[in-house]
């Protein structure tokens, strides 16, 4: 467990910039933007001074219109240079510091006025820039966002942005309470158990039958997706769309505190929760391959789970809750409940925080759908508890059927 070595040639960035970046990367197009066709091919390139864009041309007879996958237009730099110039000049860099790290990356210097433009154009997607000024009271721009290596079967890169947290606790009454969370993550580079993700089971792996009676799923459009929408629009590669999100979510979004945070939960918390709390965690399903290649098979484990890890991918502060995200493309078709319910589970007894102070969702660029996970486990008895008002106006009865109820 180390911490990220920066290129030599570039400043001490504190490791958030360590990463393989490039100009020509770009997002391929999924259906014509102005159809919304998927029959379309593609149409040669338009050559920039400092990018090839893919061109597409729509098949659509009533359509037939050229398009790219990128929807910002008129820009003469790279839509990747301009989601780093934001991420770097957010961390706390100067205006003329963030353009020599860029050309030092990427060859090119927008200049302090142009970089300006940026950060005015996008101030109301990234909304950190209103705590920025503050947060660069309380450390420099290198030591902002912890960022550590760990190899739990495979490298995770946790990211810890300490000051946004600080300002969250400290200055707003309503997350005061939320001190344990800063606790935990504080001790996350030096306190992990390193050896439980190499023996536990993962917890994305593991299929548990969570009863979802009186649950309910709010399906609704926030900032979570506009970022998605803009940084995505950079990523080619889809292994490379986590990595990027968080680091985007990290430098530019007021609330998004950490990314890639390791939790556990052992067989004697899980019995705690049941016996000391009264909440409904079933038997699980464990997925095993018998060796590589091979078709999967299940095999039904009876009794709790000797030790579950994870990592989840954001972690928010905000209204007065921890709210845990999960990035799954296509998140309509998702349904990581069991998952996130199991995050929920874990750092609510890392943390000692109750169940009741968090909140779960996932989305894409598209769609956004959050849960509290206290309703998977925990059950009313009282029949005249299952009928409540939300904040949208509108009344909703909790149905005691094991199905999800999406609103």
Not at 39 to 49: I, Q
Not at 235 to 242: A, F, G, I, T
Not at 321 to 339: C, F, G, S, V, W
Request: proline content about 4%; aromatic content about 10%; charged content about 25%.
């Amino acid at each position: 467990m180390t911490k990220i070595i920066e290129n030599d040639n570039l400043p001490n960035t504190g490791g958030f910039g360590a990463v393989s970046l490039g100009t020509a990367q770009e997002k391929i197009a999924e259906r014509c933007p102005y159809c919304q066709s998927k029959d379309f091919v593609k149409r040669g390139l338009r050559k920039k001074k400092l990018e090839s864009v893919q061109l597409y041309l729509c098949r659509n007879p009533e359509c037939g219109r050229t398009f790219t996958a990128q929807f910002i237009k008129g820009r003469h730099y790279p839509i990747k240079l301009i989601i780093e110039g934001l991420n770097y000049y957010n961390l706390g860099w100067g205006l003329e510091q963030t353009c020599r790290l860029l050309y030092q990356k990427f060859g090119a210097n927008p200049g302090a006025s142009t970089l300006a433009g940026w950060v005015a154009q996008y101030a109301g997607l990234c909304r950190y820039c209103r705590l920025r000024p503050y947060a660069l009271k309380i450390c420099k721009p290198q030591d902002t966002v912890e960022v550590v290596n760990m190899a739990h079967r495979q490298i995770y890169r946790f990211l810890y942005h300490r000051p946004k947290l600080r300002l969250a606790i400290e200055e707003h009454f309503k997350h005061r309470h939320l001190e344990p969370l800063k606790d935990y993550l504080d001790g996350v580079a030096a306190e992990t158990p390193h050896q439980y993700f190499q023996e536990g089971l993962r917890i994305s792996e593991v299929k548990t039958k969570f009863s979802t009676a009186q649950m309910i799923i709010r399906k609704k459009h926030n900032y979570a997706n506009e970022l998605a929408n803009f940084v995505l629009q950079a990523v080619k590669e889809n292994k490379q769309r986590h990595s990027e999100l968080q680091r985007f979510f990290i430098a530019n979004d007021s609330v998004t505190v950490a990314a890639e945070v390791p939790v556990y939960i052992r067989k004697e918390d899980i019995e705690h929760m049941e016996n000391q709390l009264g909440f409904e965690i079933p038997e699980y399903l464990e997925t095993k391959r018998s060796r590589p290649n091979a078709d999967i098979v299940e095999k039904k484990i009876s009794g709790i789970p000797r030790l579950l890890t994870g990592h989840i991918d954001l972690v928010q502060v905000r209204n007065g809750q921890i709210h845990l995200l999960d990035y799954k493309p296509n998140a309509a078709k998702e349904k990581p409940i069991e998952q996130l319910t199991w995050y929920a589970l874990a750092l609510s007894r890392l943390t000692g925080l109750r169940l009741y102070e968090f909140k779960c969702a996932w989305f894409d660029e598209h769609d956004y759908f959050e849960f509290f996970p206290l309703h998977v486990v925990k059950k009313i008895q009282n029949r005249k508890q299952k009928r409540f008002g939300l904040k949208i106006g509108k009344v909703v009865e909790l149905s005691e059927e094991n199905k999800l109820n999406i609103i």
